[in-house]
T-cell receptor, first 114, second 113 residues
Framework: AQKITQTQPGMFVQEKEAVTLDCTYDTSDPSYGLFWYKQPSSGEMIFLIYQGSYDQQNATEGRYSLNFQKARKSANLVISASQLGDSAMYFCAMREESGYALNFGKGTSLLVTP | DVKVTQSSRYLVKRTGEKVFLECVQDMDHENMFWYRQDPGLGLRLIYFSYDVKMKEKGDIPEGYSVSREKKERFSLILESASTNQTSMYLC????????????FGSGTRLTVV
């Protein structure tokens, strides 16, 4: 069964606008971590933000914030003030305490337009 | 600058060849992983290793094997390459605790003809 679901294959946003990329997850493990990665066309995977299942506050890193709704099992990424350089694939991923590996969603392709 | 290095950025191999993809990390990480990435499918785990000489199958291990003789090196082996193994292969490493995150290599784009 798919553990991470990203329902938006592609998104458009205008420069300087905010955008939300959706991610829902499925686990019965009480301890887990949620990650977002950015993959530009060059192919490298760039870590953006992390949220632990026991963290009380939503994680923030600069223009990135993670909207963590534990009861809904959602971990949406919010990018504020989009820039042209934000155009990339974005992957949501989860690691459960009981495992070692990251489980990835299928990704969302974001295009930022002038 | 800490990193994960994959030996080849692009590779073209013939059907039936034995292919080795090499990955080296300089961060003294216990865990290492091999993923393949295909459009519309995201990243899928092939194999991982949590210690030297230890390996575990991931979600799609068929047609692959791995080797980890030293802590810093994790090799992915395609025993007999087939065209359906044409893909982007990503290596990653991590420390044990969840919050420490994962570091990825720059990927190897393998084409099997």
């Amino acid at each position: 069964a798919q553990k991470i679901t990203q329902t938006q294959p592609g998104m458009f946003v205008q420069e300087k606008e905010a955008v939300t990329l959706d991610c829902t997850y499925d686990t019965s493990d009480p301890s887990y971590g949620l990650f977002w990665y950015k993959q530009p066309s060059s192919g490298e995977m760039i870590f953006l933000i992390y949220q632990g299942s026991y963290d009380q506050q939503n994680a923030t890193e600069g223009r990135y914030s993670l909207n963590f709704q534990k009861a809904r099992k959602s971990a949406n990424l919010v990018i504020s003030a989009s820039q042209l350089g934000d155009s990339a694939m974005y992957f949501c991923a989860m690691r459960e305490e009981s495992g070692y590996a990251l489980n990835f969603g299928k990704g969302t392709s974001l295009l930022v337009t002038p | 600058d800490v990193k994960v290095t994959q030996s080849s950025r692009y590779l073209v191999k013939r059907t039936g060849e034995k292919v080795f993809l090499e990955c080296v990390q300089d961060m003294d990480h216990e865990n290492m992983f091999w993923y393949r990435q295909d459009p519309g499918l995201g990243l899928r785990l092939i194999y991982f290793s949590y210690d030297v000489k230890m390996k575990e199958k991931g979600d799609i291990p068929e047609g692959y094997s791995v080797s980890r003789e030293k802590k810093e090196r994790f090799s992915l082996i395609l025993e007999s390459a087939s065209t359906n193994q044409t893909s982007m292969y990503l290596c990653a490493s991590s420390l044990g605790p969840i919050a420490y995150g994962y570091t990825f290599g720059s990927g190897t784009r393998l084409t099997v003809v």
